[in-house]
């Protein structure tokens, strides 16, 4: 079996096989390896990964869990490899419905990437939008739009020369989204407007609610 290096998604054939097989080999692994290794907590990550894939969310966590574990223990707390793991686990947690466990882990996730890259790096905007995401799916409205607007924010610095990304309208149509659940209809078709508007590459009309 094949253990990748780094801590990436990747395309892979035969999944729930390949899952199985990682399975058995972990437990000859976990043997034969200490159990802080760096080389056990790549084949824990890429397990999970797998599950994720493959749509078993609940199996992936404790992968998840335990490659975060031995990293924080090899790594300290900020490596930014751990912020990796840990929105990966955040994801696990959110699509098992476990959602405050979700939101700990994109907080602890985004607190080690604005440590090491500072606020205004696409990780940090890609952190606050999942976590946005859970919020929303917790109904804590007010705490969406406020973690949404930052990401917002800085996107439209990163991307200050390709207002068009896709990853701007995703965030303005949850936005807009979160507005419809605050009655705040005006903003909602000001956020979606501005959506169609990076999405087609075209002004429609709509205005920025937050200004640069």
Not at 126 to 146: C, F, P, S, W
């Amino acid at each position: 079996c094949f253990f990748f290096s780094s801590r990436r998604r990747h395309t892979r054939c035969s999944g729930v096989s390949w899952a199985r097989r990682c399975v058995q080999e972990t437990v000859i692994k976990e043997a034969l390896l200490e159990e802080t290794s760096p080389s056990l907590a790549i084949t824990l990550y890429n397990i999970a990964v797998t599950h994720c894939d493959i749509g078993q969310y609940d199996h992936a966590i404790p992968y998840y869990e335990r490659c975060v574990e031995i990293d924080k223990h090899n790594l300290g707390g900020s490596n930014p490899q751990i912020a990796t793991s840990l929105s990966e686990l955040g994801y696990a947690y959110s699509r098992s419905h476990r959602l405050q466990e979700a939101v700990e882990a994109y907080l602890e996730a985004i607190q080690i990437d604005v440590k090491n890259f500072g606020e205004k790096t696409l990780a940090v905007a890609t952190g606050y939008h999942n976590l946005g995401l859970v919020y929303i799916d917790m109904h804590q409205y007010q705490k969406a739009q406020e973690v949404l607007q930052k990401c917002l924010k800085i996107k439209e610095e990163v991307f200050r020369t390709n207002l068009c990304d896709s990853s701007i309208s995703n965030t303005l149509f949850s936005l807009g989204k979160v507005q419809i659940k605050l009655k705040l209809y005006k903003d909602c078709l000001l956020y979606t407007s501005d959506a169609a508007d990076d999405l087609l590459c075209v002004d429609l009309g709509g205005r920025r609610i937050i200004k640069k």
